[in-house]
């Protein structure tokens, strides 16, 4: 038996694009790639949820765009998360959502605002407690505007009642934040941890 | 689920063989005008012109009916909703009360009843347009509309990704869930209490993402090995040319918008209520 | 003649790591050759194909010394853009390479990259789909197409593109045998008719043979180790030597005793040249004696008239029956959409049979969850990326048996009990990123292994790894086989069949058309076509040269290297 590290050459662990957070304005290839399959995550996984009360689940596609705009940062994460929300309506709902899609982009692009704090970098495994506390500050706040933006669409485009909209926006903004901080969170945790540096590993009989 | 993301459905309607630009800037203007009013009147309009669209298009009515029933239950449960937060609501809008069904904490009253009605056509109203929307514009036609609309093509050819590995993505997700599942790791109703089923569903966004990752470094090799992005401008094998029906399609939106700001300004600024 | 790729003295080395992924590179290939570079896992190979495409720099970054010339032009002075105007790559994973949503737009790609207008894409599209013989899926999307099609689909994108070099990155990797074949014919016929220079990168060695080829490049440790033609090397074993596994058909005349001197064209067994001592192999076939290995275990599963379907009215697993015994391993073969998978979805409870039962112990369990099917039947996925979710190697093995109710000393137990089998134990306390691909694989098996099985489910087990890592893996394999765990392999892995199976159930079209030892199933023509699968080159080889029994001769094969195999234990 060998022992661990390969180095082989496609293991895809050693790409330039990876060693430095490009900015969020430039769309290169990998931009647009990212944005498509984060996207068709989040239609991939709308449809599984564990329900939890009439009408409410938990779907893991919150998450995913918590980890998409931590990953590549809140442009990339609006984009992919209005385009997902949007292409998952078409085929699920019979319409288009527009405040709520754009609320789902509103989501992912507050939790993307991490990707900007200069010395966060999950991808070389670099995350550090003051980076957990403020993604979670911006997917709280995110989570809230977000929903009020969709809330708020929803009294002035659709003429929905108020109160009933109060009742809805807290009730799903609860579901989301349990998503956010019961599978975002950790995800991103783990996936820097994966990818901290795998020196000084001893053998052990 | 069908294998493929797209539910469209090949046809030679005039609607299949309208321009995907045009068909789109169709249903975004009929949900600008939808969201303006609250006009039980203006929806029935609306309504009975979009269906004779749907039947124009002669799409099987088998394949709508999956999403016409989850948009009708949406609004049933909508309704029921308000029904039951807001019993009173319709007094807000129209100044009268109308006692109808007693619900102990509070009575329903038949202005409410009128407002869920109006709402729930108002909801029913975009229905036929988007379904004849995603019915009859093939996805990757979608892409080069948008195009065409003036959405810069990188973020056109983002949505195609999309379209194209939703189909991939939810295969791979659906393996994931059911190796888990083997293992005793589920996410249903018999893997246990709701915590331990929540830290399963946990487990599986790791792989996924995983796979993702690597979905998106293999994807962005192939097309930067193809040339994508190195033009300004690039040209769609999809793309349609508008003919002059499209044009006058396009007329026809413009129209229809510009009678709904009059209305809306001049006629009937808010919510109808005959009785 | 001015060569058309020109490496001189040529170095790279990874930003991210501290050696020299290729060394002192110096290689000439000239138009309208045919190159295969082999080379076990990790010698460089991809990253070769990485400067000729240019994804390198491009894409991945790092140190670059020396000299490529790529059509008479340095290298470091074109861009990725330009450099696919002369050079044209087929990635291995034709679901990456397909990015178009149908199989028109796909082919266009590049030129719709390049703004060509409308109308003279859909020229070149029609006539570079007539080509690859795609011209009637034109308006299919990729879900509607087989692995093959796709592959022939990418070629087609590549062609309509006008570059003069073809290069093929594991075009075979995902391809069952028959679409293999079609797949070098394809690209034989194009190297004939365009005069376009074509570089392989592949694993399956005896897949790529069956075409000429000009030059066999062997890279080694990021070096190029040996250089020539096919029967250069396959007569002085070359590619053995370098953990390459050659034709079989050569280990079994070695085996036979016979010497390979004064044969030429080696690279086929029909197409031999020479005189072979007919007599020879007779008498090893005749010598070889069949371990009389009977193993008459109870059935554990048992498959009867199971039929399903996804939509009423097409039904894609058909009456299908078979059992597996206790310890028996078992080989499920079939091409792409034969409906291997279906099956094993039945089996782990996934897919609720429409007609038929399953049963477990000789009691149906056809009312059985998924999960309460995975105390009996473990299964273990092709990737093991997909499989492993936690941060470190203990914590994953514990995971399952966590989740089944063990109790903390017995979960230490057993994980410690697995990692050992499995040989990961000096590696428990390891983040699972710091795991080989190979690693891993075990990993997967030790994690499944630790809730005790009794049949454990392989999909394609030993895809995408090469001949060293394979036979490390399989050899792990048949110890647990050995210790009485049953298998059943899902696979179009015809090597593996041969070597690992006791026993081999070929699927087409939904249903089972045999079940039989696997000597007799891979030298029955009638079956291996009609299943997409291919006659193993030994029983070609017997006919080719009138042998009396091509299924003897493959039986004496595996009996000869079981032998081998048992007496090194």
Request: charged content about 20%; glycine content about 10%; hydrophobic content about 45%.
């Amino acid at each position: 038996m060998n022992t661990g590290i390969q180095g082989s050459g496609s293991s895809g662990e050693c790409k330039g694009g990876f060693l430095m957070k490009p900015s969020i304005w430039k769309w290169s290839t990998r931009t647009v790639v990212t944005i498509g399959i984060g996207a068709a995550l989040y239609g991939a996984t709308s449809w599984i949820g564990i329900p939890i009360a009439p009408d409410t689940q938990l779907r893991p596609a919150i998450a995913l765009l918590a980890i998409f705009g931590a990953l590549f940062g809140p442009v990339v994460g609006f984009i992919a998360g209005f385009i997902g929300h949007v292409i998952n309506d078409f085929i699920q709902s019979g319409t288009v959502w527009w405040g709520w899609a754009l609320g789902s982009g509103i989501t992912a692009a507050f939790m993307g605002l991490i990707y900007l704090s200069k010395d966060f970098n999950p991808k070389d495994g670099v995350i550090k407690k003051k980076h957990l506390i403020s993604f979670i500050i911006y997917g709280v706040v995110g989570i809230f505007v977000s929903l009020a933006f969709s809330g708020l669409f929803d009294i002035y485009a659709m003429g929905e009642p108020n109160n009933k909209i109060v009742i809805q926006v807290i009730s799903a903004g609860l579901v989301n934040l349990a998503v956010f901080l019961i599978l975002g969170v950790p995800a991103v945790w783990a996936y820097a941890k994966r990818n901290r540096n795998n020196a000084n590993l001893t053998v052990e009989r | 689920m069908s294998k493929s993301s797209s539910l469209y459905v090949d046809g030679d309607s005039f609607f299949h063989r309208m321009d995907g630009a045009v068909k789109l800037v169709l249903l975004l203007v009929w949900t600008a005008v939808t969201f303006l009013f609250l006009d039980l009147r203006i929806f029935v309009v609306l309504l009975v012109a979009g269906i004779s669209m749907l039947l124009v298009a002669r799409i099987p009515i088998k394949r709508m009916k999956f999403l016409f029933w989850m948009l009708t239950l949406f609004t049933l449960m909508n309704s029921i909703f308000i029904l039951l937060i807001t019993p009173r609501f319709g007094s807000t809008l129209t100044g009268s009360n109308t006692p109808l069904i007693p619900l102990g904490y509070d009575t329903i009253n038949v202005e409410t009843l009128f407002y869920v009605l109006t709402l729930s056509l108002k909801y029913l109203t975009l229905c036929p347009i988007t379904l004849l929307f995603i019915f009859t514009t093939h996805p990757s036609r979608f892409a080069a509309s948008l195009n065409k609309l003036g959405v810069p093509y990188k973020m056109a050819y983002a949505v195609s990704i999309a379209f194209r590995y939703i189909p991939d993505l939810s295969q791979e997700f659906r393996h994931i869930l059911n190796a888990m599942q083997m293992r005793g790791l589920g996410i249903s109703r018999g893997d246990g209490n709701l915590k331990q089923r929540m830290r399963n569903l946990s487990l599986v966004v790791v792989p996924l993402l995983q796979s993702s990752l690597q979905h998106i470094e293999s994807v962005s090799d192939a097309m930067d090995l193809r040339g994508f992005g190195t033009k300004p401008k690039r040209t769609w094998y999809m793309g349609t040319r508008a003919m002059r029906s499209d044009k006058i399609v396009v007329l026809l939106c413009v129209l229809l918008l510009t009678v709904g700001i009059v209305l809306k300004l001049q006629v009937v600024q808010g919510f109808w209520y005959p009785l | 003649m001015q060569p058309v790729i020109s490496f001189r003295d040529f170095s790279f080395r990874y930003k991210s790591q501290s050696s020299a992924t290729l060394k002192n590179i110096n290689l000439d290939i000239v138009r309208g050759e045919k190159i295969w570079i082999a080379g076990p896992s990790g010698s460089g190979k991809s990253t070769l194909a990485h400067c000729i495409n240019g994804l390198i720099p491009f894409s991945y970054g790092g140190e670059i010394t020396g000299e490529l010339y790529v059509n008479g032009k340095d290298s470091s002075s074109q861009d990725i853009f330009e450099r696919s105007k002369s050079v044209g790559t087929i990635l291995q994973n034709p679901d990456a390479q397909f990015v178009g949503q149908t199989v028109g737009e796909d082919v266009a790609f590049q030129m719709e990259n390049e703004a060509t207008p409308q109308a003279e894409m859909k020229t070149a599209v029609f006539s570079a789909l007539d080509l690859v013989g795609m011209l009637d899926y034109e308006g299919q999307g990729p879900h509607d197409l087989s692995g093959g099609q796709k592959q022939s689909v990418s070629l087609a994108g590549v062609l309509s593109t006008k570059a003069d070099i073809l290069l093929f990155d594991e075009p075979l990797a995902n391809l069952d045998p028959a679409s293999g074949v079609k797949a070098m014919r394809l690209i034989e016929e194009i190297h004939q008719a365009g005069g376009k220079t074509v570089i392989i990168i592949e694993h399956r060695v005896e897949d790529v043979l069956q075409e000429p080829i000009d030059r066999i490049v062997v890279m080694n440790e990021g070096e190029i180790a040996a250089i020539g033609t096919p029967d250069d090397l396959l007569a002085g074993g070359t590619l053995a030597s370098f953990g390459l596994r050659q034709p079989i058909y050569l280990d079994a005349m070695a085996y036979a005793g016979l010497s390979l001197q004064g044969l030429s064209n080696l690279r086929t067994p029909e197409g031999i040249l020479g005189t072979l001592d007919k007599g020879k192999l007779e008498v090893w076939m005749d010598s070889v004696e069949s371990p009389q290995e009977q193993r008459d275990g109870d059935v554990l599963l048992e498959l009867r008239d199971v039929t399903y379907a996804y939509d009423a009215g097409r039904d894609v697993v058909r009456q299908v029956s078979l059992s597996i015994g206790a310890g028996e391993t078992i080989a499920l073969l079939g091409g792409n959409g034969a409906g291997k998978s279906t099956l094993s979805g039945i089996i782990t409870g996934l897919f609720k049979p429409r007609i038929g039962e399953v049963r477990l112990w000789g009691e149906s369990i056809n009312n059985w969850s998924i999960r309460r099917r995975g105390t009996e039947i473990g299964y273990v996925m092709q990737n093991p990326n997909h499989m492993i979710t936690q941060h470190m190697i203990w914590d994953e093995v514990g995971l399952g048996l966590t989740a089944r109710g063990f109790s903390p000393t017995e979960r230490e137990e057993r994980s410690d009990e697995v990692l050992k089998i499995c040989g990961l134990y000096p590696y428990r306390n390891w983040p699972v990123s710091a795991l080989s691909f190979g690693q891993k694989k075990r990993l997967s098996i030790a994690s499944i292994l630790a809730l005790s099985p009794k049949l454990m489910i392989l999909d394609e087990p030993t895809a995408g790894q090469d001949y060293r890592h394979y036979t490390e893996f399989m050899d792990f394999i048949a110890e647990l086989s050995n210790q009485g765990m049953a298998f059943l392999f899902i696979t179009h892995d015809m090597h593996l069949a041969l070597e690992y199976a006791d026993r081999a159930v070929v699927m087409a079209e939904g249903g089972v058309i045999a079940a039989d030892t696997v000597a007799n199933v891979l030298s029955n023509s009638e079956v291996t076509s009609k299943a997409r699968l291919r006659e193993t080159s030994l029983a070609r080889f017997a006919r080719a040269w009138g042998l009396s029994s091509p299924s003897r001769f493959v039986q004496a094969f595996i009996d000869y290297e079981q032998k081998g195999k048992t007496s090194h234990e």
